[in-house]
């Protein structure tokens, strides 16, 4: 008998081990881009996480547990039981970043009488694209299942995204009703589809003559360009861009290469009389949103297009 439940421990500690195994690359963090910029910018301050009494913070919720458990953090409003909704999607080339980095635009945003979430999803050291892309669009639908437990009005959802992303976010909004872009496994009844698109300074189409992403990005699509061609341009929001795309607000950096495609994206919203918006935060860096005075900016922005596609 003992032999029997030693056994069932080791299989339970290795399946454990198992499904919790799995790189972290830490280099961009917000404390390090700091250093970066300081010099440059010696005016720039780290945007504050500010509680409010009249949101509620909810972190590390599990919204899937198929791989492993991935989790989100839930800013939401009080002062309604249905509220529009902001998924937040971090930035790090893919590769590094973590939900945490969007807490004080949370809690700015929500203050505001929106229920934010930070989503946690699979980055390329552990999964491929178009993982982190079902990851995301399976916390939608978590979301939206659960949206009396978040005071969420599940028929007004925007997606916001910074660097890497807001290419995912506006990956995800220009792909709604896809289903190549949806996790088969999936078993919610609720869609993904999303009502309004933020991109803070992510790039629209990977090979372009204003692009020049390389390494990082061809970690993450399985190969360069030359070998997976096929992934750079479905991964591309502006190949999917159509007369079913949302309204979309664009928040730049002074930086082209950081809104590759952006215009040509443009000219197919305006053919289709789609609602956008650009907003490039002159003599910025890449990462402003994580400083003021480039934070108060951003918030107003995003609150003001928000109040307009949703109030």
């Not at 919204?63 to 971090?90: E, G, W």
């Not at 999917?240 to 290469?257: A, D, E, V, Y």
Request: aromatic fraction near 12%; proline fraction near 4%.
């Amino acid at each position: 008998m003992k032999n029997i439940f030693l056994v069932v421990l080791i299989f339970l500690s290795n399946a454990i081990c198992a499904q919790s195994t799995y790189s972290i690359d830490s280099s961009y963090t917000i404390k390090k881009t700091y250093t970066k910029l300081i010099k440059k910018y010696p005016f720039i301050k780290f945007a504050e996480e500010i509680k409010n009494k009249n949101v509620a913070e909810i972190n590390d919720v599990v919204y899937q547990n198929k791989n492993r458990a991935l989790h989100l953090d839930a800013c939401f409003s009080t002062v309604k039981k249905r509220n529009p909704a902001v998924i937040m999607i971090h930035g790090g080339g893919w590769r590094s970043g973590n939900k945490s980095q969007m807490k004080a635009m949370a809690q700015q945003i929500a203050s505001k009488g929106y229920s934010c979430f930070a989503i946690e999803y699979r980055l390329s050291l552990e999964a491929k694209y178009p993982d982190g892309i079902y990851d995301v669009k399976n916390a939608i639908r978590f979301i939206k299942d659960n949206a009396l437990k978040f005071n969420v009005d599940p028929d007004k959802i925007a997606v916001l995204g910074c660097s890497s992303g807001g290419q995912m976010a506006a990956l995800i909004g220009t792909t709604n009703g896809n289903s190549t872009f949806d996790d088969a496994q999936n078993k919610s009844k609720s869609s993904s589809k999303v009502d309004a698109i933020i991109d803070i300074d992510g790039v629209l189409a990977f090979k372009h003559p204003e692009s020049s992403e390389g390494e990082m990005a061809a970690f993450w699509l399985k190969g360069t360009v030359a070998e997976n061609p096929e992934n750079w341009k479905n991964a591309s929001p502006l190949t999917h861009t159509s007369k079913n795309t949302p309204p979309i607000l664009f928040i730049n950096s002074s930086i082209p290469r950081f809104h590759a495609g952006r215009d040509d994206m443009i000219n197919i919203l305006n053919q289709n009389h789609i609602y956008n918006v650009v907003y490039t935060i002159n003599d910025s860096p890449h990462s402003f949103w994580f400083f003021n005075p480039w934070f108060d900016e951003v918030i107003s922005h995003t609150t003001r297009f928000l109040d307009k596609i949703f109030k």
